[in-house]
């Protein structure tokens, strides 16, 4: 499958303020857009998704919103603490397949 | 649910030997795939199974490596001979029927040492 841009690959925030994070894509087929959060030396775990017919999707401090038109969707979690502070991984899914971007070190500062 | 078990946890081996890493995904799964993790180039696909069905192994670095599902409950990824740079965490994931929500559930992987 087609790649998946991840940007930025490290970011650094104080706790209690947000963090976003973006993902483009040019495969138009993808219809499918998960959200891992990888802890040092555990599995990727997801932590959200959402389908190519929705705009938003929220659960509690995470949220993920979908361009469809200009191919990119993004990450945003508030009120960020410590326990955020992991390694992020964007998705996209076509004929069930996913591919990952690069990866986001998010580091929560107390 | 136990979730996707892997096995070994951690594999250490000389170059030349042969590996086996072992996978047995969520049960009523019937995708499951294998990927490699490195600093370098991320998550990688290597190759996914529907139905203990081989359908896409064109992320298989070389025929170094070989894939194998016999039945529904059991996957194994095979090196031989393993070389330095096979050195990575190997994961296994699995995912089920539903076309609209196909994340997948990620075992705890496999971390390969080649010395």
Known sequence: ?110 | DAGVIQSPRHEVTEMGQEVTLRCKPISGHDYLFWYRQTMMRGLELLIYFNNNVPIDDSGMPEDRFSAKMPNASFSTLKIQPSEPRDSAVYFCASSGSDTSNYGYTFGSGTRLTVV
């Open chain 1, 1 to 110: 499958g087609e790649n998946v841009e991840q940007h930025p690959s490290t970011l650094s925030v104080q706790e209690g303020d947000s963090a976003v994070i973006k993902c483009t894509y040019s495969d138009s087929a993808s219809n499918y857009f998960p959200w891992y959060k990888q802890e040092l030396g555990k599995r990727p775990q997801l932590i959200i998704d959402i389908r190519s017919n929705v705009g938003e999707k929220k659960d509690q401090r995470i949220a993920v919103t979908l361009n469809k038109t200009a191919k990119h969707f993004s990450l945003h979690i508030t009120e960020t603490q410590p326990e955020d502070s992991a390694v992020y991984f964007c998705a996209r899914g076509s004929a069930r397949q996913l591919t990952f971007g690069s990866g986001t070190q998010l580091t929560v500062l107390p």
